[in-house]
């Protein structure tokens, strides 16, 4: 499956396994380990400021993150 067709939160997951990085420590860079949890629990949509820290921390491209997906 071209990465084109994951969603974000599926890529940001991907990515941070390929990082080693665990979501506490993506919240400590974000600041707020309950918006993380949501974005990744599909709760919360993924935010101007969290597309940004995604770039930079995981090199996700942001045409990746800015895509359309589902919550749950």
Excluded: C, H
């Excluded at 996700?60 to 919550?71: A, M, S, V």
């Amino acid at each position: 499956m071209p990465i084109s067709d994951i969603d974000p939160v599926e890529i940001i997951t991907i990515r941070m396994e390929e990082f080693g990085y665990k979501p506490a420590d993506i919240a400590r860079e974000y600041g707020d380990k309950g918006t993380i949890s949501k974005v990744l629990n599909y709760k919360q949509p993924l935010s101007l400021k969290m597309i940004r820290l995604f770039n930079r921390v995981l090199r996700i491209l942001t045409d990746l993150l800015t895509k359309g997906y589902n919550l749950s």
